[in-house]
């Protein structure tokens, strides 16, 4: 299926198809640094139109079919589980009945399956343990079917191509198969997988182990899946065992240096567990340092906009992560116009991807800049990061990216000189909307007509005040005084205009956008939430817009929707028009504190939180549908969301801070409370290992009618904490 405009009936190239929903097939997911795999929940990659099942490496889906068979028949589930920490999935199967005229099959539940799997370096490892329960032995036939693709993400995504690459099969030994890919982009890509012991038969596509066990025995088959050419492993036994500790050690030392959140609630424990275990699976070890990739399975990859916000939501529990975006993002910066990569000096990357498609062109997202937000939220990320942490030495280090960020706001942003940060695509296979709702049909005017260019986002007007006064305080500290009088100046001009143009009195909010005519595009949506964040908005007119954002027209009970049931193109089960995202309400929790219109944030934590609690592990989604809530019955899930999402898992740790009130001043050597509350599902909330730059606390917070009490369990070092009423 691909979507099409009901304008003018051209195909929406950059649609995900939804042939198959996610939900039916309830995927198992698992992340190692550019290696990720989606399998179902036996344990399998089922070669299925619309399925996402696979292992991929760098945008390349390296194995499409790992299908497991006891006597040539599928095995019955018995239980199918991600561990907390996301390193191992853990599935155990057994032989099903027989069929009818079977009189002498084995009959079911005699032979238990055990199949234990992780990624690590590039390579996916598992454990099969078949065990004899009965009490007699069996003559068993295991069969392990397989298939490589190398079909590109952007295919497996909907993507026609009319030329493929050639695809060739190798057996190297009796152990050992070798499936190769002769790419048009003649990169030559490998998929090589290792048995031990050495299958009874192995070929081009199957490998099949028989072996008769006695009761109550126990035999033991490894497999080693490895993405291009990996050292042979003569001890793979042995390496299972070693790699998966070593693995293990890398996810406890990358999340140890996270605060921790703990609290009297079990399962608001279980949603901020999965939601660390999470966030540290999707970061990815670069040059550069930890950088969050956006989602699995569609964007498992360096995004700009995702990785930022990201940062900012786990800014206060690891700033390292920040650190990290904002090196590998100054290192990417534009420098030069490119219309087909969409990009001009100054830019923040929008996307990179390493697939045959992008390499060749086919997509132009091999680095690709379309993104109109990228580049403040670029400044803001680097002024929160020092306020954070003090780190005045990566901020002397990132300001000429961060002068030439507002360069290109006011230049190349501000194309026309009316004072406005807009877009419009150079390259036509671009993306129509660059902002964070990107859908081509996301921004529109009251009767349902879609925006033309160039477009002057809401929210984005924000971001660039939020930069100019961050870029300001940050100039003060590298003695730029003149140019800090100057952005200040220049943010205040902005916020002027942007209260003029912006506002709309009858919809008691701003309206979502200016389109190239200077036309508001009157649609209440919850861009204008983003509006608070960044602190443009005029203290009485931010409290219309969380008015209008929390009322029955836009909040669901679950969150609030991308866009009013009163907008022309309202539909609760689209991408963006209607759906409900947590990153969304985080973002809008935040500027929602920031003016301490606090029951209005709890009332966004309470609705995502009972909303994960329905979600499978307590992992909020990409994103889920707007159906109003309704007594005993689960949020409505949208058919291809990614899960997990870097911001969506993020997105707890931003609801935490925006009840709290949490900040850190005073050259990061403070913790600050203000106006702290609790929503009334949690009695205790602790945190342990906040640090800051001249130690740690350990802090208990207590529920109290509308009062919080807090309570140092532990500290190192001095640093003030404030409780500010």
């Excluded at 949603?271 to 275990?277: L, T």
């Excluded at 990357?349 to 680095?367: I, K, N, Q, S």
């Excluded at 940050?474 to 143009?501: D, M, N, P, V, Y």
């Excluded at 050597?669 to 730059?693: A, M, S, T, Y």
Aim: hydrophobic fraction near 40%; aromatic fraction near 10%; charged fraction near 25%.
């Amino acid at each position: 299926m691909t979507e099409t405009t009901p304008e003018n009936g051209e195909a929406s190239r950059f649609y995900i198809e939804s042939a198959a929903t996610f939900q039916e097939r309830r995927p198992r997911a698992l992340k190692r640094g550019h290696t990720f795999a989606v399998f179902d929940p036996r344990g399998d990659i089922v070669a299925v139109r619309g399925s996402p099942d696979g292992i991929y490496h760098r945008d390349t889906r390296y194995l499409s079919r790992l299908e497991l068979r006891l006597n040539d028949a599928p095995l019955l589930l018995l239980s199918s589980n991600v561990q907390e920490d996301n390193a191992v999935l853990t599935v155990d199967l057994t032989n099903p009945d027989p069929g009818e005229g079977q009189r002498h099959a084995l009959r079911g539940e005699r032979i238990h399956v055990n199949r234990r799997r992780y990624l690590s370096s590039n390579c996916c490892y598992e454990r099969l343990l078949v065990h004899n329960f009965d009490v007699v032995p069996h003559q068993l036939s295991l069969r392990v079917d397989f298939a490589a693709d190398f079909v590109d993400l952007f295919e497996v995504r909907g993507q026609k191509r009319a030329r493929r690459g050639r695809v060739s099969i190798e057996q190297r030994s009796a152990a050992s198969v070798a499936l190769h890919h002769f790419g048009l982009d003649r990169v030559e890509r490998i998929t090589t997988l290792t048995f031990d012991p050495p299958p009874f038969r192995l070929d081009q596509n199957h490998a099949r182990f028989d072996q008769t066990i006695a009761p109550g025995e126990a035999t033991r088959i490894i497999l080693q899946i490895a993405c291009d050419e990996q050292p042979a492993d003569r001890e793979l036994a042995r390496r299972f065992y070693s790699t998966l500790r070593s693995a293990r050690r890398a996810i406890r030392t990358a999340s140890g240096r996270a605060a921790a959140i703990d609290s009297s609630n079990s399962l608001f424990n279980e949603m901020a567990r999965r939601s660390v275990a999470d966030l540290y699976m999707l970061v990815t070890d670069t040059p550069h340092g930890p950088y969050p990739f956006a989602g699995i399975p569609w964007f498992s990859t360096v995004f700009g906009r995702d990785g930022i916000i990201t940062a900012l939501f786990a800014l206060w529990i690891d700033p390292s992560i920040a650190k990290g975006v904002l090196n590998f993002l100054a290192a990417n910066q534009a420098t030069e116009v490119d219309p087909q990569s969409d990009a001009e000096p100054g830019k923040i990357l929008h996307e990179m991807r390493d697939g045959e498609m992008a390499r060749l062109g086919e997509v132009p997202f091999a680095r690709y800049y379309g993104s109109v937000d990228a580049t403040p939220l670029f400044v803001m990320l680097a002024g929160e990061y020092f306020a954070r942490t003090g780190d005045i030495d990566t901020v002397r280090r990132l300001w000429p990216n961060i002068e030439g960020a507002l360069h290109w706001c006011d230049v190349y942003g501000d194309a026309d000189g009316d004072g406005f940060v807009e877009y419009n695509r150079q390259n036509t296979n671009g993306l129509v909307n660059q902002g964070w709702k990107d859908s081509y049909d996301s921004i529109f005017h009251a009767d349902g007509r879609l925006a033309e260019g160039p477009i002057a986002l809401c929210e984005v007007q924000g971001y660039v005040y939020a930069a100019k006064h961050h870029a300001a305080n940050l100039a003060i500290l590298l003695g730029h005084s003149e140019t800090a009088r100057r952005l200040r100046q220049e943010a205040e001009r902005l916020r002027q205009k942007f209260e003029a143009a912006f506002w709309c009195e009858e919809l008691s909010t701003y309206g979502l956008a200016l389109d190239g005519a200077k036309n508001l595009c009157r649609v209440v949506s919850s861009n204008a939430g983003h509006a608070l964040l960044s602190g443009i908005a005029e203290p009485e007119r931010a409290r219309c817009v969380a008015d209008t954002l929390l009322g029955l027209s836009c909040f669901s009970g679950w969150g609030i929707r991308t866009v009013a049931l009163s907008a022309p193109r309202y539909n609760p089960m689209s991408y963006h028009n209607g759906s409900v995202w947590p990153h969304d309400n985080a973002m809008i929790a935040l500027g929602l504190a920031r003016y301490d219109l606090k029951p209005a944030v709890l009332k966004i934590f309470r609705g995502l939180f009972e909303a994960a609690s329905y979600m499978e592990l307590r992992r909020l989604p990409e994103l889920f549908c707007g159906f109003q809530w309704r007594k005993l019955t689960a949020p409505i899930l949208y058919p291809v969301a990614c899960s997990p999402q870097a911001w969506a898992a993020a997105t707890v740790f931003a609801l935490v801070q925006g009840s709290l009130g949490l900040s850190f001043g005073h050259s990061a050597d403070e913790i600050r409370f203000h106006h702290p509350v609790l929503p009334r599902f949690i009695n205790e909330l602790h945190l342990r290992g906040l640090r800051v730059k001249g130690g740690f606390a350990d802090l208990v917070l207590r529920r109290h009618d509308r009062d919080v009490a807090l309570n140092i369990t532990h500290r190192e070092g001095t640093s003030p904490i404030v409780v500010i009423r």
